[in-house]
């Protein structure tokens, strides 16, 4: 099973940005996704951006695809999420996981089963 350990996390105000790492113990030729997600206060868990380490294709929720951006450095086995013009609705901690070998591409959490802890992001305004 992938190790996965995110940092980046931090506060900033409104408009800025912040770009967190997710370093993972291997990336296999098996075909799964690995994604970021978020879960904010009284919410559920919800699907921010992913990315195939094998084909480099990438995915990210529509409503956030102007600002989040995913990438991958497959030499140091690390994924980025660059987020630009950060709001205070974007207030969350952030995980990052894998899917299940066979899953390519997903923004639903129950397709990722290897999670890390998770980074706190937090927006002023």
């Known amino acids: 099973e992938v190790q996965l350990v995110e940092s980046g996390g931090g506060l900033v105000q409104a408009g800025g940005s912040l770009k967190l790492s997710c370093a993972a113990s291997?990336?296999?030729?098996?075909?799964?996704?690995i994604g970021w997600l978020r879960q904010a206060p009284n919410q559920e868990r919800e699907g921010v951006a992913c990315?195939?380490?094998?084909?480099?294709?990438?995915y990210v929720k529509p409503s956030l695809d102007e600002r989040f951006t995913i990438s991958i450095d497959n030499a140091k086995n690390t994924v980025y999420l660059q987020m630009n013009s950060l709001k205070p609705d974007d207030t969350a901690v952030y995980f990052c996981?894998?899917?299940?070998?066979?899953?390519?591409?997903?923004?639903?959490?129950?397709?990722?089963?290897?999670w890390g802890q998770g980074t706190q992001v937090t927006v002023s305004s």
């Open positions: 291997e990336f296999t030729r098996d075909d799964y996704a």
């Open positions: 990315i195939n380490p094998t084909n480099g294709v990438t």
């Open positions: 996981a894998a899917a299940r070998r066979g899953v390519s591409i997903s923004l639903l959490p129950g397709d990722f089963t290897s």
